[in-house]
């Protein structure tokens, strides 16, 4: 672009009119892309976009507008994943976001409504409900994998449960024994390391044989695991292994099942960004009273009425 070029935008304030188109689109790329357009001055290139918008503004004037919010760019992910690598929760739950949206969106027209000129992007829309359901499924959030994501993790964590409450119930004899009151700082039990401690006073550390793990910073408490408590604290602690190691195997699953739909899935978002910035479009016209021109038979341009209710 020439600098006169730009210089003409800058005048005619095209910055401020997409800044004011991107805060209606949905997705962080549609924002983007709002802000990158230009005009072009190709007849056929504008009629197909004044189409398109007038096809947005009719669509929502019966059914308002399509969301686009979980619209996200997994491309790089999934190239990882394509490649053998694991995603991790959030970019999981990304990829099943975008699947979602592309599944909403897809729906957002019916097969018995007129055909528009949006349509083909619609119909290129290929929503998985399979996948999206079982990210979904397993993951609840970036830092928790689902109890049921498999049969083994649930069984895992069952066992952990029951581990920790007979820690929990041996420690508990330990802090409710007359013989051990005055060695406690508190009769409490606690986490260290990982692992179930009780807290003993400094001048009587050797009233409670056990393994120190930590130390307060006054020195003055010694966080004690108990040595009846040792062998049960390791066996909790191979179970926690055992659950990272199959949330690791989970999260692979899923992600080999991502990639298997990485080209599907990124042309799905590409459809999902361009409608975006094209409802956008639909939105700003509603908020501008706008609507497209038309020619006449005499080859001169004309304003037509709305066709929004409102405008």
């Given at each position: 672009?020439?600098?006169?070029?730009?210089?003409?935008?800058?005048?005619?304030?095209?910055?401020?009119?997409?800044?004011?188109?991107?805060?209606?689109?949905?997705?962080?790329?549609?924002?983007?892309?709002?802000?990158?357009?230009?005009?072009?001055?190709?007849?056929?290139?504008?009629?197909?976009?004044?189409?398109?918008?007038?096809?947005?503004?009719?669509?929502?004037?019966?059914?308002?507008?399509?969301?686009?919010?979980?619209?996200?760019d997994v491309s790089f992910a999934l190239e990882r994943a394509d490649m053998g690598g694991a995603l991790n929760p959030k970019e999981l739950l990304r990829i099943a976001g975008t699947l979602r949206c592309a599944r909403t969106v897809k729906g957002y027209t019916a097969e018995d409504e007129a055909a528009t000129v949006l349509d083909g992007m619609f119909l290129s829309l290929s929503p998985n409900k399979y996948l999206e359901d079982k990210i979904f499924g397993a993951i609840l959030s970036e830092?928790?994998?689902?109890?049921?994501?498999?049969?083994?993790?649930?069984?895992?964590?069952?066992?952990?449960?029951?581990?920790?409450?007979?820690?929990?119930?041996?420690?508990?004899?330990?802090?409710?024994?007359?013989?051990?009151?005055?060695?406690?700082?508190?009769?409490?039990?606690?986490?260290?390391?990982?692992?179930?401690?009780?807290?003993?006073?400094?001048?009587?550390?050797?009233?409670?044989?056990?393994?120190?793990?930590?130390?307060?910073?006054?020195?003055?408490?010694?966080?004690?695991?108990?040595?009846?408590?040792?062998?049960?604290?390791?066996?909790?602690?191979?179970?926690?292994?055992?659950?990272?190691?199959?949330?690791?195997?989970?999260?692979?699953?899923?992600?080999?099942?991502?990639?298997?739909?990485?080209?599907?899935?990124?042309?799905?978002?590409?459809?999902?960004?361009?409608?975006?910035?094209?409802?956008?479009?639909?939105?700003?016209?509603?908020?501008?009273?706008?609507?497209?021109?038309?020619?006449?038979?005499?080859?001169?341009?004309?304003?037509?009425?709305?066709?929004?209710?409102?405008?």
């Amino acid at each position: 672009m020439s600098e006169l070029y730009e210089k003409s935008l800058l005048k005619l304030e095209l910055d401020r009119v997409l800044e004011q188109l991107a805060e209606r689109a949905g997705s962080e790329l549609g924002k983007i892309a709002c802000r990158n357009l230009r005009p072009t001055s190709d007849l056929e290139d504008v009629q197909a976009l004044l189409d398109q918008t007038t096809a947005a503004c009719d669509l929502s004037t019966k059914k308002g507008y399509p969301h686009f919010y979980d619209a996200q760019d997994v491309s790089f992910a999934l190239e990882r994943a394509d490649m053998g690598g694991a995603l991790n929760p959030k970019e999981l739950l990304r990829i099943a976001g975008t699947l979602r949206c592309a599944r909403t969106v897809k729906g957002y027209t019916a097969e018995d409504e007129a055909a528009t000129v949006l349509d083909g992007m619609f119909l290129s829309l290929s929503p998985n409900k399979y996948l999206e359901d079982k990210i979904f499924g397993a993951i609840l959030s970036e830092e928790e994998i689902a109890d049921n994501a498999s049969p083994t993790l649930a069984d895992i964590r069952r066992h952990k449960k029951v581990q920790s409450a007979k820690i929990r119930d041996s420690l508990q004899k330990i802090i409710s024994s007359p013989a051990y009151a005055k060695s406690l700082r508190e009769p409490i039990i606690t986490i260290r390391d990982g692992r179930y401690v009780v807290p003993v006073k400094s001048e009587y550390r050797g009233e409670v044989p056990g393994l120190v793990h930590d130390v307060s910073s006054s020195g003055s408490t010694y966080f004690v695991e108990p040595m009846s408590a040792v062998n049960a604290n390791n066996a909790l602690r191979e179970l926690e292994l055992k659950e990272k190691k199959e949330i690791e195997r989970i999260l692979s699953e899923l992600s080999s099942e991502a990639a298997a739909y990485r080209e599907a899935i990124d042309l799905d978002f590409t459809m999902l960004v361009q409608l975006d910035v094209i409802f956008a479009k639909a939105k700003l016209a509603y908020r501008m009273r706008a609507w497209a021109p038309i020619m006449n038979d005499a080859g001169r341009v004309e304003l037509r009425k709305a066709r929004h209710p409102l405008l």
